[in-house]
T-cell receptor
Framework: GDSVTQMEGPVTLSEEAFLTINCTYTATGYPSLFWYVQYPGEGLQLLLKATKADDKGSNKGFEATYRKETTSFHLEKGSVQVSDSAVYFC?????????????FGTGTRLTIIP | DAGVIQSPRHEVTEMGQEVTLRCKPISGHDYLFWYRQTMMRGLELLIYFNNNVPIDDSGMPEDRFSAKMPNASFSTLKIQPSEPRDSAVYFCASLEGRSLDEQFFGPGTRLTVL
């Protein structure tokens, strides 16, 4: 079945540091890939997505590239801010295979220190 | 649009009591998902509906849990009887079937069973 493996947390960085959160996946076909973010006390919200190989999703300075050859979708940001402190979830769905539901990774808690 | 609406936001109850969580999806979205989030197990999909019909309830933990969607704008998740191990944050999310793109999450209901 489908699965998502993401970097164990928690991750603590200083402000303006470079961020990478690794994510790899196993899927039946050609999934859509997502990064969701959960700020304290809130629901998840979509951060970025990519729907086919070599697509790059980007939002709020975050980027992730869909790498089919390595089945990866690593999240990166060049200079993190305190406001980026949150839990980040990598996820996939396979709507073309009739699988509309999201398969989530375990989440990575990120804390940015001023 | 107001987004996905969940009520109540917080619920504290005693073991053995019935608990009903409510969700109003985004208008026009024809998929609705119920999730549970705990520190121990992370984010779990409990059940999801398409056009008010349950599609996959394999994540429902046991018979004490039930979910209904009587119409396109309302769903309930009921726990009867509740137990302390049901304490968690329960999220509802909705998805537009035409795009099968981003799931929109509600703010969640924090349930505490004493």
């Amino acid at each position: 079945g489908d699965s998502v493996t993401q970097m164990e947390g928690p991750v603590t960085l200083s402000e303006e540091a470079f961020l990478t959160i690794n994510c790899t996946y196993t899927a039946t076909g050609y999934p859509s890939l997502f990064w969701y973010v959960q700020y304290p006390g809130e629901g998840l919200q979509l951060l970025l997505k990519a729907t086919k190989a070599d697509d790059k999703g980007s939002n709020k300075g975050f980027e992730a590239t869909y790498r089919k050859e390595t089945t990866s979708f690593h999240l990166e940001k060049g200079s993190v801010q305190v406001s980026d402190s949150a839990v980040y979830f990598c996820a996939l769905s396979e709507p073309n295979f009739g699988n509309e539901k999201l398969t989530f990774g375990t989440g990575t808690r990120l804390t940015i220190i001023p | 649009d107001a987004g996905v609406i969940q009520s109540p936001r917080h619920e504290v109850t005693e073991m053995g009591q019935e608990v009903t969580l409510r969700c109003k999806p985004i208008s026009g979205h024809d998929y609705l998902f119920w999730y549970r989030q705990t520190m121990m197990r992370g984010l779990e999909l409990l059940i999801y509906f398409n056009n008010n019909v349950p599609i996959d309830d394999s994540g429902m933990p046991e018979d004490r849990f039930s979910a209904k969607m009587p119409n396109a704008s309302f769903s309930t998740l009921k726990i009867q009887p509740s137990e302390p191990r049901d304490s968690a944050v329960y999220f509802c999310a909705s998805l537009e079937g035409r795009s099968l793109d981003e799931q929109f999450f509600g703010p969640g209901t924090r349930l505490t069973v004493l």
